[in-house]
């Protein structure tokens, strides 16, 4: 009987549910979100919020002594952003920031996760600070609080300095490391009687190995595996120079911690063995940067796998590392590794991915919402960790902007729902999780990908930098009005 309908009954049926929900966030509204029953709460005072990050927002890259920054060079250099554009305009937020600040009010979410450009504050990334450097951040962070939104800051987001690139070679040195340290304390002496949170560094996980092993992301190179564990001790390295700096530097009791994408395993189906193997798979897959950082050492497991390719490393350097953190943020997408128990040593493999396991919009963006549930869960069973933010969680769309004037981004909705149920869950259960950053606020320069890949809860015309809430800003407005997802 299916095979009756044409395409075009197909485009009719959908063009007519399309109107249906377009009543819908109005309907809602009927009756106050807070009133409404919530079977699935989230604990009191848990934190919602969206999350940005510099160079993929905030455009004026010439402006106020801004230094120029690895990404700078990387989206100039032809080739490398896939639809041949740069961060030099984006979002324009650096003129518009007021107006920005306007949209996270409307979802009535109360935090924000900014970063802070490197290169704006040390144009050379060491030497003199540019005077008008944290003069932005400044007014950022007032009018964030004006409007009774904590800002949550990260000093790190992949904008390295370029002059440390060229000078000492980036993060392959650790004289890099240590002008981190010197930015962070700079950072927190100025800015943590305001911002009572610090997100030290974004994604180690993400840009060492695609910036400097695969040659995908800034500065992009191609070393070799000795090179490439050696540029993550050095990043190790300066996250510990930074907690140590800003605790020296910085106001009483700012809370500090990384924001890294865990490799995220999930047992490939739930028994006590499968379990068990993505505990300790958690613990070995990540030692090379959350692990040494939480642990103090690297794994044994992870110096034998790397063998003669395993960083250099000092005890003091260590001791660096493993200041103890705040908290840590956890950026969750995808599940990266399905996990089941082996006879073999070492008692658990990771399974292929079949061809046709789902994905969103973003090829790389598997669909697997239990990776919200066991990811901090087993990182906090693994490190005992006592406070866990999911730093990032979101998903492109196609988002189109409909001749209606709206934006029918079903399919993040969907991938949204079904992730914060599973977050609920385990909340529930005890998984000491205090706050949601999601990624992202708006439209924004989405790295090799350009401006095609959306990844925002506002719509962005780049032409006109006109801001249009797609319909999951009424989802997201719903559950952080009531604190609680379904109905
Ligand atoms: C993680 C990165 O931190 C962020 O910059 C990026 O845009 C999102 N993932 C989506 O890919």
């Not at 197909?10 to 509204?29: E, T, V």
């Not at 989206?75 to 600040?101: C, F, L, Q, V």
């Not at 450097?133 to 004006?146: A, C, M, N, S």
């Not at 190179?221 to 910085?250: E, F, M, S, T, W």
Request: net charge neutral; proline share 6%; glycine share 10%.
């Amino acid at each position: 009987m299916f095979g009756k309908f044409s395409r075009r009954h197909f485009a009719k049926l959908a063009g007519l549910s399309a109107l249906g929900m377009a009543a819908r966030p109005a309907d809602a509204a009927a009756q106050p979100a807070a009133e409404r029953p919530s079977p699935a709460s989230f604990p009191k005072d848990f934190v919602w919020g969206t999350a940005t990050s510099a160079y993929q927002i905030e455009g004026a890259v010439n402006e106020d002594g801004r230094g120029r920054s690895i990404w700078d060079t990387f989206s100039h250099t032809p080739g490398k952003i896939e639809d041949g554009t740069s961060g030099d305009r984006a979002n324009e937020h650096y003129h518009r920031y007021k107006e920005d600040i306007g949209l996270i009010r409307e979802l009535g979410a109360r935090a924000y996760r900014f970063s802070i450009a490197w290169p704006r504050v040390f144009p050379e990334g060491t030497g003199k600070p540019n005077p008008k450097g944290l003069d932005f951040y400044d007014r950022l962070v007032d009018e964030l609080l004006k409007n009774g939104i904590e800002p949550y800051g990260t000093l790190y987001h992949w904008d390295l300095p370029q002059a440390l690139e060229d000078k000492v070679g980036g993060w392959r040195s650790s004289e890099t490391s240590k002008a981190f340290g010197d930015y962070a304390g700079h950072v927190a002496a100025r800015i943590t009687d305001r911002v009572r949170s610090i997100f030290t560094i974004n994604e180690a996980g993400r840009f060492v190995n695609f910036g400097y092993g695969w040659g995908i992301d800034a500065p992009g190179l191609k070393l070799p595996d000795a090179d490439v564990n050696q540029v993550r001790h050095h990043v190790a390295l300066a996250h510990g120079l930074a907690v140590q700096a800003i605790r020296a530097r910085g106001r009483a009791g700012t809370r500090v911690g990384p924001a890294e994408n865990i490799a995220a395993c999930v047992p490939a189906f739930d028994t006590p063995e499968n379990v068990r193997a993505a505990e300790v798979a958690t613990r070995e897959l990540n030692s090379g940067f959350l692990g040494v950082i939480l642990e103090g050492k690297y794994t044994d497991g992870f110096l034998q796998f790397a063998g003669k390719n395993a960083p250099k490393f000092t005890d003091e350097e260590l001791k660096i590392i493993s200041q103890p953190n705040d908290f840590v943020g956890l950026n969750i997408y995808a599940p990266q590794f399905y996990i089941a128990a082996s006879d073999k040593p070492p008692g658990w493999s990771v399974l292929p991915f079949p061809a046709s396991f789902p994905h969103m919009n973003s090829e790389w963006l598997r669909v697997g919402p239990e990776t919200i549930y066991w990811a901090p869960r087993l990182a906090a069973k693994v490190w005992n960790i006592e406070t866990i933010y999911i730093s990032e969680n979101g998903t492109s769309s196609e988002d189109k902007l409909r001749a209606d004037g709206q934006v029918y981004d079903l399919d993040r909705i969907m991938y949204l729902r079904n992730y914060l149920r599973q977050l609920q869950r385990a909340t529930s259960e005890g998984v000491p999780i205090r706050g949601y950053f999601l990624w992202s606020l708006m439209d924004n320069f989405e790295w090799i990908y350009g401006y095609e890949k959306r990844f925002g809860l506002y719509h962005v015309d780049f032409e006109t930098q006109r801001r249009t809430p797609k319909l999951s800003v009424a989802f997201y407005r719903d559950v952080v009005a009531r604190n609680a997802i379904g109905v």
